[in-house]
């Protein structure tokens, strides 16, 4: 028999469902659990985070050879113009779509104040990072150039059996347990009452967010294939 795979799209989708439709019924204590699990969780991540950026990009430019430096600026230059271009695209069309679409007198409380409103875990277990993004990013930049210009390969192959860690990382533990993450999320709001206020919302802005991300794409992909003319 064929083992039926869902893919992580899927499980998300289905995240959202049970977290809505147990939070009709799960008493408080019982969700709890999950909002518990979705702090650490949530600590973890972001304890993860500038790992994983150290972990991917570091190698990456490391392996790029003698030639990363010259590569890595002009890849800098275009991902800098396109992030100055997606980002005022962005701004311009949700500030024409978002008010006529979004009701403007909400009640924003909840969101204000979620303690307010919100189940709060049992217990909290702080996870600070080692660094934050920007530091792991720049460090990535240096330690990679720097691979890619010196003889030695002792450094490389640490950065490459890094990276076989943090790729065992995302796939045994982040991506496996994200599900459950979203489904914690909706299952708290579910069981707080806020659910209703917010869904609406929610799908008008991914609505709004896919069609965005396909236009953009598109002008990414009109503009790369015109240069290689």
């Known amino acids: 028999m064929k083992k039926i795979r869902i893919s992580l799209l899927g499980k998300v989708i289905i995240a959202i469902g049970l977290g809505i439709l147990l939070g009709q019924f799960l008493p408080n204590g019982i969700a709890r659990i999950f909002v518990t699990f979705n702090s650490l969780f949530g600590n973890f991540l972001s304890f993860s985070i500038p790992l994983i950026i150290l972990g991917l990009v570091a190698p990456a430019i490391g392996e790029l050879g003698k030639g990363a430096g010259k590569l890595l600026a002009l890849t800098a230059i275009i991902a800098y113009a396109s992030t100055l271009f997606s980002g005022f695209f962005t701004f311009f069309s949700s500030s024409l779509v978002f008010p006529r679409i979004l ?48 003889m030695g390969n002792t450094l490389k192959e ?68 015109g240069g290689n003319c």
Do not use: C
């Not at 409103?117 to 277990?125: A, D, H, I, R, T």
């Not at 660094?131 to 240096?142: G, P």
């Open 103 to 150: 009701p403007v007198e909400m009640e924003f409380s909840a969101i204000d104040n979620p303690e307010d409103f919100m189940l709060q875990p049992f217990f909290v277990v702080g996870m600070p990072p080692l660094m934050d993004v920007m530091t792991a990013l720049l460090l990535s930049f240096i330690l990679g150039l720097g691979i890619s210009s010196i």
């Open 158 to 225: 640490f950065f490459i059996d890094f990276r076989d860690i943090i790729n065992k990382l995302i796939q045994v533990a982040i991506i496996p347990l994200l599900p459950i993450h979203i489904f914690g999320i909706f299952l708290n709001m579910t069981v707080s009452g806020q659910v209703a206020s917010v869904i609406g919302m929610f799908m008008k802005v991914i609505v709004v967010i896919f069609v965005l991300h396909v236009l953009l794409l598109l002008i990414q992909f009109t503009l790369a294939g």
